[in-house]
């Protein structure tokens, strides 16, 4: 597995070894001893959440003031524009983001610590989005912070897209970056 850092540190991209001929292929989609070894990190994940979405969704920036989660997310079917915004009060990055683009084609996968807001913008013509959670969906704690917030300013790649992005009521109701409730 090779391990590439972003901007943000500690939010990570991982490139699995891929093994292929005219059958198709082979990967390793996880495996605790070589994401430690590779990554300096001992998670325990929890949970495995699978959703799909249609060419334009958006979904996030969602996070969880309590019970907050990491998360080790990749696509299997289509492609996403994928993102992470700092959301921890005393880090130096505090309300910048990392943004990349995970695919079947590329089976990169994106670690997002807690901490972090985390959402993506289907850009095929759907997309199956896995994830695993280093904590349990805990609805009463789940946050939104506005996806189009100006103080934060993720350069969505809306140009891909007929038209506006999809989006579920909560993330239309989304709070800007200066109104979330946000990490120490």
């Given at each position: ?6 901007a943000i540190p500690g939010l990570l991209v991982l490139e ?87 695919s079947e084609e590329n089976n990169r996968q994106f670690w ?73």
């Amino acid at each position: 597995m090779k391990v590439i850092e972003t901007a943000i540190p500690g939010l990570l991209v991982l490139e699995p070894k891929v093994f292929g001929d005219a059958r198709g292929f082979f990967m390793e989609s996880f495996n605790a001893k070589a994401f430690r070894e590779a990554t300096g990190l001992d998670v325990d994940f929890v949970q495995d959440n699978h959703s799909r979405s249609a060419r334009g969704v958006l979904r996030g920036l969602h996070y969880q003031i309590e019970q907050a989660q990491g998360k080790l997310v990749r696509v299997t079917r289509g492609s996403v524009f994928d993102v992470a915004v700092d959301l921890r009060k005393s880090s130096p990055t505090f309300g910048k983001w990392v943004g990349i683009e995970l695919s079947e084609e590329n089976n990169r996968q994106f670690w997002v610590p807690p901490g972090f807001a985390h959402g993506f913008l289907v850009t095929s013509d759907s997309a199956d989005f896995l994830y695993k959670t280093t904590d349990y969906y805990a609805p009463q704690h789940e946050r939104s912070l506005l996806w189009n917030d100006p103080t934060v300013a993720v350069d969505w790649p809306l140009h891909l897209l007929d038209g506006a992005p999809l989006l579920s009521a909560k993330d239309v109701a989304g709070k800007p970056l200066a109104a979330c409730e946000t990490f120490a």
